[in-house]
């Protein structure tokens, strides 16, 4: 088995540092180097953790990685189906086509979409309409069945690549600058000071340029310093790796603007409270909140900056963000849509929640067409009816937007998005690690909608601590401490002080006794 990792192609990155040689200016990127810049948001939330945790042994990325591993400990009966727990830890992407045609693909472990169908076709049921789905067990044939049978997917048409050998989001040989905090201009557009001015660079002197080979191992640290505080491409070509543990949270409450969650679903959660300090402790939630934190998982990265306004404290990722937004499309991108589908991308089909939990949408499935050949046996896909053998058409069929079972199962959520079965063992076992008495613990309800799932989104990027800086928990006020006694008046100094004495009056001679 080949090296998932192994580097087969290196660029010879052209850089400028400062004097001191201890920080990056800028570097010279062609586009095919821009294009993997570029498909970092592209990514769903859920692989970014999933190949990070692959290639380093120890890293990670505010609450999404205890809420990744919390899935991936839970066991599979408490999902719909298996299907439901390989979509989280494995999300698709809209832009499974692209991945391969970058000169490095980031997501290399990840699998090609592939296609099931239904085991007892032909069904009576669906006999002139084959249902299939990109996912494992996830969905049914009208037949009742689950589809579960892989079937191979064969294109006829030419597969999107140009015959320029043209870029994947860029055009070919467009050059770019990249600044060392991820803000991406194209190379000397208008003139060079406009260029350094672009990228916040004032200060020159000194300054040397420099060539280093940059490969995958180089854009994996890329990826994984733009979740850090510390501008990446001086990490990556100057400095020491950042494993992403000491990160501070920088974040607040998130207030939307411009949007209105009134079609949202909205629930009630309950969260228990340390009463001295008013920390949370955990949450007591049913499968709609912990869906409410699974769909988080599906989401790429450019998605969540467009659900948060391009303010997500990160800055890398947000500085690359807007830098997308202010490039000339017509000129310097590829397709008139490239712009748009990095910066609101949709969601696979099949993600998307019937409650509307994330104000998205999700992707319109390919065209396809089933085939078979009854002299060889030979069963397959193809985007043309008019390919070889028998042909009928396709319809996708996808699971209901849900991921773990309702009903009378209930589920822990600690601070850092940690979800494990509720019971009476769980919850003490908190409190006992965190040395809690039970007299100190109040439980308090708090209403949970878009607002404060996009809170939470924004919290678990930099912090460990989701839902404590998420969400408004306000205990019930403590009652005020008793009054102190009055103090002693303080005596005046320097002045003596005299006890006042009493004077009697004299004796008189007829009083005195004989």
């Known amino acids: 088995m080949s090296d998932p990792w192994a580097e087969e192609f290196v660029f010879n990155l052209r850089y400028m540092k400062n004097k001191y040689k201890s920080k990056v200016l800028f570097a010279e990127a062609n586009s095919n180097f821009v294009d993997i810049l570029l498909s970092f948001l592209m990514m769903p939330l859920g692989t970014i953790v999933s190949v990070l945790k692959e290639f380093y042994e120890k890293v990670s990325i505010g609450s999404l990685t205890s809420l990744y591993d919390g899935l991936s400990d839970l066991h599979n009966d408490h999902f719909l189906t298996e299907g439901c727990k390989k979509m989280l830890l494995n999300p698709r992407s809209s832009f499974d086509r692209e991945w391969s045609r970058l000169k490095h693909n980031v997501n290399d472990t990840r699998q090609p979409t592939e296609y099931f169908m239904c085991e007892n076709w032909p069904c009576p049921d669906s006999r002139d309409l084959l249902n299939i789905s990109m996912d494992y067990d996830i969905g049914r044939c009208k037949c009742g069945e689950s589809l579960k049978k892989k079937i191979r997917l064969e294109y006829t048409e030419k597969a999107h690549d140009d015959c320029d050998g043209g870029g994947v989001f860029t055009v070919k040989n467009a050059s770019f600058v990249v600044s060392d905090d991820l803000r991406v201009v194209p190379n000397v557009e208008g003139s060079v000071m406009e260029t350094l001015k672009n990228l916040g660079i004032t200060e020159m002197d000194g300054a040397e340029f420099d060539k280093t080979p940059f490969g995958l191992n180089e854009f994996m640290d890329l990826l994984k310093g733009s979740f850090s505080p510390r501008p990446p491409l001086t990490e990556v070509l100057?400095?020491?790796?950042?494993?992403?543990?000491?990160?501070?949270?920088?974040?607040?409450?998130?207030?939307?603007?411009?949007?209105?969650?009134?079609?949202?679903?909205?629930?009630?959660?309950k969260v228990m409270v340390e009463k001295s300090t008013n920390k949370l402790l955990f949450a007591q939630s049913n499968g709609d909140f912990v869906d409410f934190l699974c769909s988080m998982l599906t989401i790429p990265l450019g998605g969540v900056?467009?659900?948060?306004?391009?303010?997500?404290?990160?800055?890398?990722?947000?500085?690359?963000?807007?830098s997308l937004e202010n490039i000339n499309g017509d000129k310097y991108l590829k397709n008139p849509d490239t712009k748009s589908r990095l910066t609101n991308p949709k969601l696979p089909h099949g993600y998307m929640s019937p409650d509307g939990i994330i104000p998205s949408s999700d992707e319109i499935p390919p065209q396809l067409f089933y085939h078979y050949d009854a002299e060889t046996g030979k069963k397959w896909l193809s985007d043309s009816i008019e390919d070889s053998g028998q042909a009928c058409p396709t319809e996708f069929q996808k699971h209901d937007g849900y991921y773990v079972k309702r009903g009378i199962t209930m589920y822990m959520v600690t601070d850092d998005l940690t979800i494990t079965p509720l019971n009476m063992n769980s919850s003490f076992s908190v409190l006992d690690r965190l040395d809690i008495p039970l007299s100190d613990v109040e439980e308090v309800e708090v209403q949970v909608g878009l607002q404060e799932w996009l809170s939470i989104l924004k919290a678990s990027l930099t912090s460990t601590c989701a839902l404590s800086n998420g969400l408004r928990i306000i205990a019930k006020p403590k009652p005020p401490p008793p009054p102190p006694p009055p103090r002693p008046k303080p005596r005046p100094k320097g002045k003596p002080i005299y006890k006042k004495q009493r004077i009697l009056p004299p004796i008189l001679p007829e009083q005195q006794e004989e």
């Open 238 to 269: 100057i400095g020491e790796r950042w494993m992403g543990l000491d990160r501070e949270p920088r974040t607040l409450f998130h207030e939307m603007e411009n949007e209105t969650t009134s079609n949202f679903k909205k629930m009630i959660l």
């Open 305 to 322: 900056e467009r659900l948060l306004g391009g303010k997500t404290c990160l800055e890398y990722i947000d500085n690359l963000y807007r």
